[in-house]
Each structure stands twice: as C-alpha cells, then as structure tokens.
C-alpha cells in the first residue's frame, strides 16, 4: 500500500537557546525521535497520558510546529522542506481539525467567510465554484445552507465540530489530522460526530491520525495504533492486536487502567507515579522507574522499537528490553 504519512526520528525540543549572559536555558524534550507510518485510506491512533507529546507531534505533521530534527514525508515529498518553502503547497495535503471546536473558529467571521478562505487561498477557486463547493460541504457535515451565514458563537459544539471538519475539506486535502476532535462534546454527539467521520472517510477516500486519550474511542474508530510515553513511541500494531495482546508494560498499564463496561474496578499502580523529568530525560526507558519488570539494562540503555510476535499476520512492534508474552497480559497483575 502507499504510505501516505510518514516520520522518521521527528524530535522538537523547547527551549534550550543560549542565555544573553552564557550558558543555556533549560529545554524541554517533548517529542524524541518518533518514527510513524501512515498508510493511505487507514486510520491511526495516537494514545498516551496527557502531556506524553501526541498534540506537540500532531501540530508537526501538519506544519504548524516546525521539528527540532527529523523528516516528515506527505505522500513521498519532504513536507518540512515543502513547509518552509511554501505552506500553501503542505495545507493542501493535509489538514487539521482542532480540540475545542468553538475556539478554533474565528468569532468575527461568518460560516461563510471561514469556509471560503482555503478555497480562495489555497485552490484559487471563483465565485461559481466556492459556491458549489460551499453548498456540497455543508451537504456532507448535514448542516443547513442557511448556517452559512451565521457566527461560532451561535452554534452548538457538535455543529462547530462539523463546521470544523468541513473546513479541513475545503482544500481537498487527503489526510486530516483530528486532535482529540470530541472529548469537549457530550457522548451523544460524540457518535454522531464519529459516524459522520467515518462516512467521509470512505466517500473522499481520506487517511485519518487521530489523537485521543480515550481508548475507548479509539479502538472504536482506527486500524492501527500508535502509543505514546514521554515523547516517544514506545508500541505500535493493529487495533486488534494491541488491545487483545500489548506487550509494552505501559500499553498493559494503560489498557487496565481504562474504564471497561461490566468490569468490577479500574486497575492502576500501586504507588504514585515517578514521572521522568523533561528537563532531563532518563538514558535508557523512561518508564524504567514505573515498570515491575525493569532491570539494570532498562535503566541505562534505551530500547529501540522493533517487531515482537503478534497474534495476527499485522507487524506488532515494541520499545521494550523485556516485552510481554503471556497470552493475555492486559489481563494479568
């Protein structure tokens, strides 16, 4: 299949620049060396505890972060390149649909006017044609023609949310990145808005990377999954495989920790958590300090992302010394 997204070590570190008076100021490394691979016409999760990176890594792929080092390839082309030299071309390709509908849209403009936008700056559309394409847009997210000529702040969150989606259409781009597109919205609009992302996905043949900390959701809606800890992937395998068998300790950790409908408790650690510090990351796995199975080598090397078995003929990979095999160890203590 064709890879329609791909990054090979994208790193971004904050901070970090020399002082006026020498010496440097602290950096926060908030994405490390991540290497994804998107198929086209898939959907990929992304997965991990708040501030694990997945926002910092999303904002990259769509060009609205510049990466400290690493490559990003849309569809063969090196977008950080594509990126620099003309924005236009890389927003063209790809999109992106925001956390907090109503934020994202300006207050000051019509439905209209921010629907209009890409197709002008970005398609050089004319009149006639924004108009067709405004009136196919507000077809495909089931909203009325007449919320056209409305503002954001008359809308409810679901309707933002499909006005947002229909703005990532505008430009006909082909890969949509959703940034946790409906934790801010009630459960019940949370399925219609899943539903309605799923039908334009097969009707415009779209490739979807979906950020979320809702394992629920995601296994719900993507093909594979990608899971996140402190900046760096650290699984990656089909939905399937990776809820049914993970075999990070934290992808274990996560899955047990997750509210499951009919179960008797959530699981989680025993202790508090020791969190690793951005400031100074640890040399070998970061979740060493939270990991039963850790051992000297866990500590002071850190493991590379590579093929475990998998229950399935679908590549499972994992950056752990020590993965899990047991049959099921989302299930184990």
């Given at each position: 299949m064709t890879i329609a997204v791909e990054a090979k070590g994208l790193t971004r570190v904050f901070g970090g620049g020399r002082k006026l008076f020498g010496g440097r100021h602290p950096a926060v490394h908030a994405v490390q060396s991540a290497d994804l691979a998107v198929?086209?016409?898939?959907?990929?999760?992304?997965?991990?505890?708040?501030?694990?990176?997945?926002?910092?890594?999303?904002?990259?792929?769509?060009?609205?972060?510049?990466?400290?080092?690493?490559?990003?390839?849309?569809?063969?082309?090196?977008?950080?390149?594509?990126?620099?030299r003309d924005p236009r071309a890389l927003a063209r390709h790809i999109q992106y649909v925001f956390q907090d509908p109503v934020a994202s849209l300006n207050p000051r403009k019509t439905i209209r006017q921010t629907l209009e936008a890409p197709m002008r700056r970005l398609l050089g559309l004319d009149a006639t044609a924004r108009e067709e394409r405004l009136a196919e847009l507000m077809r495909v997210v089931s909203l009325?023609?007449?919320?056209?000529?409305?503002?954001?702040?008359?809308?409810?969150?679901?309707?933002?949310?499909?006005?947002?989606?229909?703005?990532?259409?505008?430009?006909?781009?082909?890969?949509?990145v959703l940034d946790e597109p409906?934790?801010?919205?009630?459960?019940?609009?949370?399925?219609?808005?899943?539903?309605?992302?799923?039908?334009?996905?097969?009707?415009?043949?779209?490739?979807?990377?979906?950020?979320?900390?809702?394992?629920?959701?995601?296994?719900?809606?993507?093909?594979?999954?990608?899971v996140m800890y402190f900046g760096?992937?650290?699984?990656?395998?089909?939905?399937?495989?990776?809820?049914?068998?993970?075999?990070?300790?934290?992808?274990?950790?996560?899955?047990?920790?997750?509210?499951?409908?009919?179960?008797?408790?959530?699981?989680?650690e025993e202790k508090p958590a020791e969190l690793p510090d951005p400031l100074n990351p640890p040399p070998g796995c970061a979740f060493a300090s939270r990991c039963?199975?850790?051992?000297?080598?866990?500590?002071?090397?850190?493991?590379?992302?590579?093929?475990?078995?998998?229950?399935?003929?679908?590549?499972?990979?994992?950056?752990?010394?020590?993965p899990l095999v047991e049959d099921n160890p989302a299930d184990s203590t």
């Open positions: 198929q086209e016409g898939e959907t990929l999760g992304v997965v991990g505890e708040s501030g694990c990176g997945k926002s910092t890594l999303a904002r990259m792929l769509v060009g609205l972060d510049r990466p400290t080092a690493g490559t990003i390839r849309l569809e063969g082309r090196d977008a950080t390149q594509v990126a620099g009325r023609q007449e919320f056209l000529e409305r503002y954001p702040h008359e809308f409810s969150g679901g309707q933002a949310q499909r006005i947002g989606i229909a703005r990532a259409l505008a430009a006909d781009a082909r890969v949509i409906v934790s801010a919205l009630d459960v019940s609009v949370q399925a219609q808005v899943l539903n309605l992302l799923d039908r334009l996905k097969q009707e415009f043949g779209l490739t979807y990377i979906f950020i979320s900390h809702d394992l629920s959701v995601i296994e719900s809606v993507c093909d594979r999954v990608a760096r992937i650290v699984e990656v395998g089909s939905a399937r495989d990776l809820y049914a068998h993970p075999r990070h300790p934290y992808t274990a950790l996560l899955m047990r920790s997750a509210p499951t409908p009919g179960a008797r408790r959530i699981e989680a039963p199975r850790a051992a000297a080598k866990c500590r002071d090397e850190r493991p590379p992302l590579t093929v475990v078995d998998a229950p399935s003929d679908d590549t499972q990979r994992a950056a752990c010394w020590y």
